[in-house]
C-alpha cells in the first residue's frame, strides 16, 4: 500500500537513494544543504516570494519518490502567470506512485490559485533546472539534475508536455587551446588598462558576490523566467561556496569600481558527495581533503556580462582567462550549467570551446484544471 505524506524531510532525502540505488548516477545535494533549502523560515524564496512544501511517498515504510510543489509569486507577478512548480521529482519506475506525488504537487498548485504546473525548478530557475530527457549515460556534475529515463516517461504518462529545451555541456580541457576565444576584441581587453581582474576568493568573499549578483541580475535581466535575485536569495543561495571556492578559476572584470563581467566556476564536488552519501559524518574532513587534493573536474556555474558591456568581447576574454587557469592549476574536465536553446550567443562560446553536449533537458508543464 502506498503511503503519501508531507514535511517528512528524512524521507524525502532518502527517496532517490532507495529510487535509483546508491551506484546510480544521481548525486544528492548535501543533506544539511538540502534541508536548509526546504526550510520556509530560512528560505527567502519562502519567505518573500512564495510558499511551498514537500511530500514523499513511501510503500511498506521505505520512500519511493519524493516532489517539492512550490509557487513564485515575484515571477508570476513579472510574467503575467498564475503557474506553480514542482521540483526535486524523483521517482521509482513505478506510474501509481508518479501519479500520486504529481496529483499532490497539482492539488497544492490549485489551492494557491494557480492554472498551470511546470518543472523541475529546484527550487529557481537560477538554481538546478530541467528533466534529463538524453545522455542518460553521462554522470552530472554539481549543480546538474540528473535522472533516469522513466522519469521523462512517468511525466508524460501524467498529462505533461515538455518545453523550453536546455543542454548542459562538457569541455575537455586537455585538448582545449584557449586562444580559441581569442579575437582582435578579446585581445584588446586582455591588454587594456579600462579593466582590472579579481578572483573570487574568501578573503572578502561576501562583498565580491554581492558584485557577482549585480552583474548577473544586470545581464540576465531580458532571460526567459529569469527574476532579479535579491542580496539575501543571492547569498542564501551561493555563500555557502566560499568553502569550496578555488581562487583560481573564477574571475570578476571591473571597469574602475564597478563589476562588468563574471564567471563563477568552482570545483566538482560530485565525487565528494557521493562518497560520503551527502551526509556530514566523523570521516567528512578526511573526504573533502582527499577530494581536494585529488580534483581534476570543474564546473562553471553561471557567466553574465553587464548589458552597457555586451558584444565587446568581454565573455570570450574571460573564458579565455578561466580556461587557461584551469589547465595551469592541473584541472582535465570543466562542465557548463544549463543553456538555454535561445541563448545562441552562450552556443556559440560552447562551440568555441569544443564542448559536447552533455544532457539534453526539458521543463515539462500540465494545465491544471479547477
Known sequence: MLELV????????????????????????????LRRFLSAPR???????????FFTVRQGGRAVGRVVAHVHRASNRLYGLKRSYFGFFDCADDPEVAGRLLGAAEDWGRRQGCDEIAGNFNLTAMQQLGVVTEGFEHAPYTDMVYNPPHVPKQLESCGYTPFFPVSTH?????????????GPKQRALLRSVELRWVPLRRRGFHRVLE?????LNDGFAENPMFVPLTPEEFQ?????????????ISVLAYRGDEPMGVVVCIPDLNPFLRSTGSRLGLLTPWHFVRHRLGRTRAVIIFYSVR???????LNGAMLFKVT?????????????????DVNRESLRQMEKLGARRLHRLHLFRKRLAP
Open 236 to 248: 542564501f543561495q551561493a555563500g555557502e561556496m566560499m568553502w569550496i571556492v578555488d581562487a583560481r
Open 6 to 33: 508531507e514535511g517528512d524531510f528524512d524521507a524525502f532525502f532518502a527517496a532517490p537513494f532507495h529510487c535509483y540505488g546508491r551506484d546510480g548516477r544521481y548525486v544528492s545535494p548535501m543533506q544539511s544543504d
Open 307 to 313: 548589458r552597457s558591456f555586451h558584444n565587446r568581447g
Open 43 to 53: 528560505n527567502p524564496l519562502f519567505r518573500e516570494h512564495g510558499a511551498g512544501t
Open 211 to 215: 558584485d557577482a549578483r549585480a552583474v
Open 170 to 182: 562538457e569541455i575537455d580541457l586537455t585538448s582545449l587551446d584557449p586562444s580559441r576565444l581569442l
Open 324 to 340: 587557461s587557469a584551469l589547465k595551469a592549476a592541473g584541472y582535465t574536465r570543466l562542465g557548463v550549467t544549463w543553456i538555454a
